[in-house]
Nanobody, 117 residues
């Protein structure tokens, strides 16, 4: 059974940091490109960051570039998102996504991140 389980969300003050994790199981994690998305209340889900299967290539949305870092540990089947200098507009539910060519696409259930003083 395929599972993507996000964790690490919470309430943080502006300027603070959080590190999200996404634990994968039930598929060959190391063969899948991974992405983080987020969805704020009453907004469309938006792409945040992308990392290739080997982990040595990544891209970011302009809104998070220089503040967020995506990484993965293929030995632990885990994806990460280090979020620094958080802003109120980063408040959203964050989702991890697994995609590989024509194979089925997988989503986690999401973890809430709230940036507020």
């Amino acid at each position: 059974q395929v599972q993507l389980v996000e964790s690490g969300g919470g309430l943080v003050q502006p300027g603070g940091s959080l590190k999200l994790s996404c634990a994968a199981s039930g598929f060959t994690f190391s063969s899948y490109a991974m992405r983080w998305y987020r969805q704020a209340p009453e907004k469309e889900r938006e792409w945040v960051a992308y990392i290739i299967p080997g982990g040595n290539g990544y891209t970011y949305a302009d809104s998070v570039k220089g503040r967020f870092t995506i990484s993965r540990d293929n030995a632990k089947n885990t994806l990460y998102l280090q979020m620094n200098s958080l802003k109120p507009e980063d408040t959203a539910v964050y989702y991890c996504n697994a995609r590989s060519g024509g194979a089925p696409e997988y989503w986690g259930q999401g973890t809430q991140v709230t940036v507020s003083s």
